[in-house]
Protein backbone atom coordinates (compact mmCIF):
# COMPACT_ATOMS: atom_id res chain seq x y z
CA UNK A 1 0.00 0.00 0.00
CA UNK A 2 1.19 3.74 -0.81
CA UNK A 3 0.20 6.89 1.32
CA UNK A 4 1.55 10.39 0.94
CA UNK A 5 2.26 13.00 4.36
CA UNK A 6 2.94 16.59 3.66
CA UNK A 7 4.14 18.42 6.61
CA UNK A 8 2.14 22.12 6.51
CA UNK A 9 -1.20 22.43 5.20
CA UNK A 10 -0.09 26.72 4.82
CA UNK A 11 3.06 28.02 3.94
CA UNK A 12 3.59 31.53 3.52
CA UNK A 13 7.16 32.83 2.06
CA UNK A 14 8.01 36.57 0.94
CA UNK A 15 7.99 37.01 -3.35
CA UNK A 16 11.23 35.86 -4.08
CA UNK A 17 12.44 33.91 -1.02
CA UNK A 18 13.10 30.11 -1.21
CA UNK A 19 9.73 27.48 -1.44
CA UNK A 20 10.06 24.14 0.17
CA UNK A 21 7.13 21.99 0.36
CA UNK A 22 7.95 19.10 2.26
CA UNK A 23 6.07 15.63 1.24
CA UNK A 24 7.41 11.98 2.25
CA UNK A 25 5.32 8.71 1.18
CA UNK A 26 5.12 5.35 2.34
CA UNK A 27 5.68 2.53 -0.28
CA UNK A 28 5.70 -1.87 -0.35
CA UNK A 29 7.42 -0.67 -3.72
CA UNK A 30 9.27 1.16 -5.40
CA UNK A 31 7.04 4.50 -5.72
CA UNK A 32 6.33 6.63 -8.56
CA UNK A 33 6.18 10.18 -7.53
CA UNK A 34 4.23 13.14 -8.21
CA UNK A 35 3.89 17.11 -7.64
CA UNK A 36 0.71 18.38 -8.73
CA UNK A 37 -0.55 21.95 -8.32
CA UNK A 38 -4.62 23.39 -8.48
CA UNK A 39 -5.18 27.29 -8.74
CA UNK A 40 -8.50 28.39 -7.76
CA UNK A 41 -11.44 27.11 -9.21
CA UNK A 42 -10.07 24.57 -11.25
CA UNK A 43 -8.65 20.89 -11.61
CA UNK A 44 -4.79 19.94 -10.92
CA UNK A 45 -2.29 19.79 -13.01
CA UNK A 46 0.96 18.24 -13.38
CA UNK A 47 3.99 20.11 -12.06
CA UNK A 48 6.54 16.90 -12.18
CA UNK A 49 7.11 13.54 -11.79
CA UNK A 50 9.76 11.00 -10.92
CA UNK A 51 9.70 7.19 -12.11
CA UNK A 52 12.99 5.70 -10.94
CA UNK A 53 15.46 7.79 -13.74
CA UNK A 54 17.16 11.08 -12.16
CA UNK A 55 16.92 11.54 -8.39
CA UNK A 56 16.24 15.54 -9.35
CA UNK A 57 13.48 15.93 -11.29
CA UNK A 58 12.84 19.36 -12.98
CA UNK A 59 9.09 20.31 -13.87
CA UNK A 60 7.43 23.50 -15.13
CA UNK A 61 7.60 27.10 -13.73
CA UNK A 62 10.90 26.33 -12.27
CA UNK A 63 9.93 23.79 -9.62
CA UNK A 64 12.17 20.74 -8.64
CA UNK A 65 12.01 17.66 -6.67
CA UNK A 66 14.47 15.39 -5.02
CA UNK A 67 13.75 11.78 -4.62
CA UNK A 68 15.78 10.02 -0.77
CA UNK A 69 15.03 7.06 -0.71
CA UNK A 70 16.84 6.71 2.42
CA UNK A 71 14.75 9.36 3.98
CA UNK A 72 11.04 8.49 2.19
CA UNK A 73 10.86 11.83 0.90
CA UNK A 74 10.42 14.28 -2.07
CA UNK A 75 10.42 17.55 -1.01
CA UNK A 76 9.35 20.18 -3.69
CA UNK A 77 11.47 23.57 -3.87
CA UNK A 78 11.74 26.31 -6.04
CA UNK A 79 14.70 28.85 -5.82
CA UNK A 80 12.80 31.85 -5.84
CA UNK A 81 8.58 32.60 -5.19
CA UNK A 82 6.67 34.75 -7.59
CA UNK A 83 3.38 35.75 -6.89
CA UNK A 84 1.56 33.71 -9.42
CA UNK A 85 2.81 30.66 -7.62
CA UNK A 86 0.42 31.05 -4.94
CA UNK A 87 -1.88 27.91 -5.26
CA UNK A 88 -2.57 24.40 -3.46
CA UNK A 89 0.22 21.81 -4.72
CA UNK A 90 -0.22 18.19 -3.80
CA UNK A 91 2.15 15.32 -3.40
CA UNK A 92 1.28 11.92 -4.89
CA UNK A 93 2.37 8.24 -5.07
CA UNK A 94 1.46 4.92 -6.97
CA UNK A 95 2.69 1.61 -7.29
CA UNK A 96 5.26 0.07 -9.74
CA UNK A 97 2.38 -2.15 -10.61
CA UNK A 98 -0.36 -0.27 -9.11
CA UNK A 99 -3.05 1.92 -11.18
CA UNK A 100 -3.80 3.96 -8.04
CA UNK A 101 -2.51 6.99 -7.22
CA UNK A 102 -2.98 8.43 -4.56
CA UNK A 103 -2.38 11.97 -2.50
CA UNK A 104 -1.62 13.88 0.02
CA UNK A 105 -3.60 16.05 1.91
CA UNK A 106 -2.07 19.35 0.02
CA UNK A 107 0.19 22.79 1.15
CA UNK A 108 -1.58 25.90 0.47
CA UNK A 109 1.23 28.17 -0.57
CA UNK A 110 1.05 32.06 0.18
CA UNK A 111 2.97 34.45 -1.50
CA UNK A 112 3.88 37.83 0.58
CA UNK A 113 4.63 41.06 -1.31
CA UNK B 1 -6.00 20.87 -23.02
CA UNK B 2 -7.33 17.10 -22.54
CA UNK B 3 -10.94 16.65 -23.46
CA UNK B 4 -12.76 15.70 -20.18
CA UNK B 5 -15.95 16.87 -19.34
CA UNK B 6 -17.75 16.53 -15.63
CA UNK B 7 -21.39 16.98 -15.64
CA UNK B 8 -23.36 18.10 -13.69
CA UNK B 9 -21.07 21.20 -12.53
CA UNK B 10 -23.31 22.18 -9.73
CA UNK B 11 -25.83 19.96 -8.16
CA UNK B 12 -27.74 20.53 -5.08
CA UNK B 13 -29.98 17.50 -4.07
CA UNK B 14 -31.45 16.11 -0.73
CA UNK B 15 -30.78 13.54 1.18
CA UNK B 16 -31.68 9.91 0.03
CA UNK B 17 -31.94 10.84 -2.93
CA UNK B 18 -29.48 9.18 -5.84
CA UNK B 19 -27.44 11.26 -7.66
CA UNK B 20 -25.43 9.82 -10.41
CA UNK B 21 -22.14 12.55 -11.89
CA UNK B 22 -20.76 11.80 -15.31
CA UNK B 23 -17.07 11.95 -16.70
CA UNK B 24 -16.42 11.75 -20.44
CA UNK B 25 -13.51 11.91 -22.38
CA UNK B 26 -12.50 12.26 -25.92
CA UNK B 27 -9.10 10.65 -25.59
CA UNK B 28 -9.60 7.05 -25.83
CA UNK B 29 -7.30 7.02 -22.47
CA UNK B 30 -7.79 3.59 -20.67
CA UNK B 31 -7.51 4.53 -17.07
CA UNK B 32 -10.33 6.96 -15.43
CA UNK B 33 -10.50 8.06 -11.66
CA UNK B 34 -13.46 9.56 -9.04
CA UNK B 35 -11.67 11.64 -6.55
CA UNK B 36 -13.58 14.08 -4.06
CA UNK B 37 -12.05 17.03 -2.53
CA UNK B 38 -12.32 18.39 1.17
CA UNK B 39 -10.78 21.07 3.21
CA UNK B 40 -7.74 19.17 5.35
CA UNK B 41 -8.24 15.75 3.14
CA UNK B 42 -7.02 16.91 -0.13
CA UNK B 43 -7.63 14.17 -2.77
CA UNK B 44 -8.94 10.93 -1.95
CA UNK B 45 -10.03 8.40 -4.48
CA UNK B 46 -13.09 6.73 -4.53
CA UNK B 47 -13.05 4.15 -7.15
CA UNK B 48 -11.29 4.01 -11.00
CA UNK B 49 -11.16 1.83 -13.86
CA UNK B 50 -8.76 -0.11 -16.18
CA UNK B 51 -10.94 -0.64 -18.95
CA UNK B 52 -14.84 -1.28 -19.95
CA UNK B 53 -16.32 -2.88 -17.15
CA UNK B 54 -13.10 -3.38 -15.00
CA UNK B 55 -13.34 -1.05 -11.85
CA UNK B 56 -11.80 -1.24 -8.29
CA UNK B 57 -12.07 0.60 -5.20
CA UNK B 58 -10.29 3.59 -3.87
CA UNK B 59 -10.22 4.84 -0.36
CA UNK B 60 -13.29 6.29 0.43
CA UNK B 61 -15.85 3.64 -1.27
CA UNK B 62 -18.57 3.32 0.80
CA UNK B 63 -21.62 4.62 -0.62
CA UNK B 64 -20.47 5.04 -4.01
CA UNK B 65 -20.57 2.75 -7.13
CA UNK B 66 -19.22 3.15 -10.39
CA UNK B 67 -20.25 1.67 -13.95
CA UNK B 68 -17.99 2.07 -17.25
CA UNK B 69 -20.09 0.13 -20.28
CA UNK B 70 -17.14 2.55 -22.92
CA UNK B 71 -14.22 3.62 -22.77
CA UNK B 72 -15.32 7.45 -22.86
CA UNK B 73 -18.30 6.84 -19.96
CA UNK B 74 -17.42 6.50 -16.31
CA UNK B 75 -20.14 7.22 -14.19
CA UNK B 76 -20.02 7.67 -10.23
CA UNK B 77 -23.44 6.95 -8.05
CA UNK B 78 -24.68 7.80 -5.19
CA UNK B 79 -27.53 5.60 -4.33
CA UNK B 80 -28.86 7.40 -1.22
CA UNK B 81 -27.09 10.72 -0.69
CA UNK B 82 -25.80 11.70 2.60
CA UNK B 83 -24.71 15.18 3.59
CA UNK B 84 -21.30 13.55 4.42
CA UNK B 85 -21.05 13.33 0.56
CA UNK B 86 -20.76 17.20 0.29
CA UNK B 87 -18.11 17.55 -1.80
CA UNK B 88 -16.03 18.26 -4.88
CA UNK B 89 -15.82 15.02 -7.10
CA UNK B 90 -13.17 15.26 -9.45
CA UNK B 91 -12.56 12.80 -12.60
CA UNK B 92 -9.35 12.29 -13.67
CA UNK B 93 -7.70 10.37 -17.07
CA UNK B 94 -4.27 8.68 -17.31
CA UNK B 95 -3.23 6.96 -20.91
CA UNK B 96 -1.01 4.63 -18.70
CA UNK B 97 -0.33 3.08 -15.22
CA UNK B 98 2.02 0.95 -13.27
CA UNK B 99 5.47 1.01 -14.53
CA UNK B 100 4.87 2.94 -16.99
CA UNK B 101 2.89 5.38 -15.09
CA UNK B 102 1.73 8.58 -16.74
CA UNK B 103 0.29 12.27 -16.23
CA UNK B 104 -3.32 12.29 -14.49
CA UNK B 105 -5.42 15.00 -16.30
CA UNK B 106 -8.18 16.03 -14.56
CA UNK B 107 -11.68 17.64 -15.16
CA UNK B 108 -12.98 20.65 -13.70
CA UNK B 109 -15.11 19.02 -11.09
CA UNK B 110 -18.49 18.84 -10.16
CA UNK B 111 -19.55 20.83 -6.66
CA UNK B 112 -22.24 18.35 -4.77
CA UNK B 113 -24.21 19.64 -1.85
CA UNK B 114 -26.43 17.29 -0.34
CA UNK B 115 -29.05 19.02 2.02
Known amino acids: AQSVTQLGSHVSVSEGALVLLRCNYSSSVPPYLFWYVQYPNQGLQLLLK??????LVKGINGFEAEFKKSETSFHLTKPSAHMSDAAEYFC???????????FGSGTRLSIRP | DAGITQSPRHKVTETGTPVTLRCHQT?????MYWYRQDPGHGLRLIHY???????DKGEVSDGYSVSRSKTEDFLLTLESATSSQTSVYFC??????????????FGEGSRLTVL
Open chain 2, 49 to 55: SYGVKDT
Open chain 1, 50 to 55: YTSAAT
Open chain 1, 92 to 102: AVSGSSASKII
Open chain 2, 92 to 105: AISESAGRNTGELF
Open chain 2, 27 to 31: ENHRY
